[in-house]
């Protein structure tokens, strides 16, 4: 069974720093591009930051020059780390990938079921 795990979320002060996790694991041929979606209350969910598997990044305007993603293809694994946090940056946080996982080859999107961010004094 293929699944996507978040870790890392939490309760952080504003200015504060988090870095979020995320594994795939299960029967997996091939990854291509990660990203990490968010969902405040009564909001719709949103593009947080994306990175191809070769590299290439792009953000939401909101988190520019304050999240930055990377991934480690060795762990099957893609991060986010969210620096000077801010009370708007709260909410449910989703790690999202496109897996082949069957032969004939075909993209799947999948989600995982999201870490809380939670950013208060």
């Known amino acids: 069974q293929v699944q996507l795990v978040e870790s890392g979320g939490g309760l952080v002060q504003p200015g504060g720093s988090l870095r979020l996790s995320c594994v795939a694991s299960g029967r997996i041929f091939s990854i291509h591009a990660m990203g990490w979606y968010r969902q405040a209350p009564g909001t719709e969910r949103e593009l947080v930051a994306r990175i191809t598997s ?28 969210m620096s000077s946090l801010k009370p708007e ?3 449910e946080y989703y790690c999202n990938a496109d897996l082949i996982t069957t032969l004939p080859a ?3 999107a999948y989600w995982g079921k999201g870490t809380l961010v939670t950013v208060s004094s």
């Open 54 to 81: 070769g590299g290439s990044t792009n953000y939401a305007d909101s988190v520019k020059g304050r999240f930055t993603i990377s991934r480690d293809n060795a762990k099957k694994t893609v991060y986010l780390q």
């Open 106 to 108: 075909y993209v799947t």
């Open 89 to 91: 940056d709260t909410a």
